[in-house]
Every structure is written in structure tokens, then in C-alpha cells.
């Protein structure tokens, strides 16, 4: 029975790999093309390709750290194997939340509908709000490799000194744990404005609604369906954020206890949701993304069809 649960695990974590890569990947696939052959990319596409990237690259650090563990279980033995894989998880997974945020930003100045000046200023330099927030985003990135990078040299550098393995492992579980509430601080942030956009929305939505029924129109014009899509994409996001912020959060708790593995493995499995669940979300949220997954189903169904009938 405890040799199950780990397998079952490791199982969910590889299928979660695949969708993962297969989601995002399709998501820049289709893009780049779009791009070559209009030779022009929409902001929204730039968004999406660039957050495509950014979780094809958290995948891969995750999977790459957790096979050298599986390889080596002296983990203390490859301090900078280590440092490489938590800075490039960092830059990706940064990358991959802003980005996020930048696009529940931008559905929200395009589709909004509020009087007040500073909404309007936005609303019209779209563009230009989403860029400031990722340049801004930068500075928080900086910080947080700095803080991080202190520690891991901290760490390393105990770790080249004579001491014993309980010491090391001491030291290493004292890194996790700080490196854990870092990463957590710094990734509450883009939380923090996804849920007051989310609001904000609904406010918005609230106040459309009500205008309509004012003017004694139908509620399911064209604003009122923008708002609700734009509003099931947050709120999807929302949720597979909050699986992922609080897998954080059981992470810092299990933090003196890495030597059970199957703690470490659930956190895992259930962060990795977020990269790979969220690309799905984002398909069917885009009508062009959609329109090409239904188009590549249905040649790939009508060639699963002819395989059959040349076999039968």
C-alpha cells in the first residue's frame, strides 16, 4: 500500500508533464504560425505565447529537479545543480504568474466599463498599463533572486564544509523553508491584484446589468457575454492559483519533514495543476485557440477512422 500512493503519484506528476507540455505548447504553436502568416501578433497573443513559454519552462525544472533526486538521494551532493534549477523554476514561474495577471488586466481595461478618469487613462493606454506591470514585476523579481541567491549561497557554502550529513540536511531544510515563505511573499502579489481584478469585474458586470435593465433592454448583449467569459477565465485562474499558492503554504509546513517524500510528491503533483491545467482554460477561452484544438480533434478522429477501417 505504500509503495502504491507513490506510484500513483509519480504517475499524476508524468501525465501532468504531458498535458502541460502538449496545452502550452499548443498554445505558442498555433500563435507562431498565426504570427508568420499574418506577419503581425496580436497583445493578447503576445501574452499567451510568452505565458506558453514561461510554464513549458516551470514544467521542466520541476520534472529535471525531481528525477536528480529520484537518481541521486543525497541531494546535498549537487548544491549547483540545485541553485541553476531553483533560479530558472523562480525567472519561469515568475514569468508565468505575471504574465497571468497581465491577462486578467487586459481582459479587464478592454472590457470594463467604469466613468472614472484614471480607468479611462488606462483603459485607452492598455498597452501601455500591461507593460508597466511587468516592468514593475521585474523589480520584485530581482529582489526575490537576490534573497534567494543569498541563501542558496548560504547554504552552499555550509555544504562544502566538513560536516556531517545531519548537519547538512539541517541546513538544507532551513533553505527550503526560507526559500518556501520568499517564494510565497512575493507570489501573494499578483494574487492580490487577479482577485481585485475579479472584483472589479463583477462590480463592472453588476453595473452593465443594471444599466440594461434600466433601458429595459435583454441582459445577453454582446458586453454582458465579454464580461462573463472574461469572468469564468479569472475565476478559473483564481482557483488553480489558490491550489498552487496553498501547495506553497503545505510546503512550508512539511518543510522539516523533506525526508518523507510522499508529502513533497503531493505538493508537486498538486502545484503542477496550475501550469498545465491553466493552458487548457485559456483555449477554450480564446475562439481562435478553440476553433484550431476542435480543428486538430477532428482530423485527428477522422485518421483514428481510417486506421480502423484499413485494419478491419
Request: proline letters at 1%.
Amino acid at each position: 500500500m505504500d509503495s502504491i500512493i507513490p506510484r500513483t503519484l509519480i504517475i499524476v506528476l508524468s501525465v501532468e508533464f504531458i498535458i502541460g507540455n502538449l496545452g502550452n505548447g499548443f498554445i505558442a504553436l498555433v500563435n507562431c504560425m498565426d504570427w508568420v502568416k499574418r506577419r503581425k501578433i496580436s497583445s493578447v497573443d503576445q501574452i499567451l505565447t510568452a505565458l506558453a513559454l514561461s510554464r513549458i519552462g516551470v514544467l521542466w525544472s520541476i520534472i529535471i529537479a525531481l528525477v536528480i533526486s529520484f537518481q541521486n538521494s543525497h541531494l546535498l551532493l549537487i548544491g549547483k545543480i540545485i541553485k541553476i534549477l531553483t533560479l530558472t523554476w523562480m525567472v519561469s514561474n515568475h514569468f508565468s504568474i505575471w504574465l497571468a495577471t497581465s491577462l486578467s488586466m487586459f481582459y479587464f481595461l478592454k472590457i470594463g466599463n467604469f466613468s472614472n478618469s484614471a480607468f479611462l487613462y488606462l483603459k485607452w493606454r492598455v498597452k501601455k498599463a500591461v507593460s508597466v506591470i511587468l516592468l514593475v514585476s521585474l523589480v520584485l523579481l530581482f529582489l526575490n533572486i537576490v534573497l534567494i541567491n543569498r541563501q542558496m549561497d548560504d547554504w552552499f557554502g555550509v555544504h562544502k564544509g566538513n560536516l556531517s550529513y545531519s548537519s547538512h540536511l539541517k541546513k538544507f531544510k532551513q533553505f527550503y523553508r526560507i526559500s518556501v515563505i520568499v517564494n510565497t511573499v512575493f507570489l501573494s502579489a499578483p494574487f492580490a491584484v487577479s482577485l481585485v481584478t475579479f472584483l472589479l469585474l463583477i462590480f463592472s458586470l453588476w453595473k452593465h446589468l443594471k444599466r440594461m435593465q434600466h433601458n429595459a433592454r435583454g441582459p445577453r448583449d454582446a458586453s454582458t457575454t465579454a464580461h462573463v467569459k472574461a469572468l469564468q477565465t479569472v475565476i478559473a485562474f483564481l482557483l488553480l492559483y489558490a491550489v498552487f499558492f496553498l501547495s506553497l503554504v503545505v510546503q512550508f509546513w512539511i518543510s522539516e519533514f523533506l525526508e518523507k517524500s510522499l508529502m513533497v510528491l503531493f505538493c508537486l503533483a498538486a502545484g503542477m495543476i496550475f501550469p498545465s491545467g491553466h493552458a487548457f482554460v485559456l483555449i477554450l477561452g480564446n475562439s481562435k485557440l478553440k476553433q484550431a484544438s476542435l480543428s486538430v480533434l477532428g482530423r485527428l478522429k477522422c485518421r483514428f477512422k481510417d486506421v480502423n477501417t484499413e485494419n478491419s
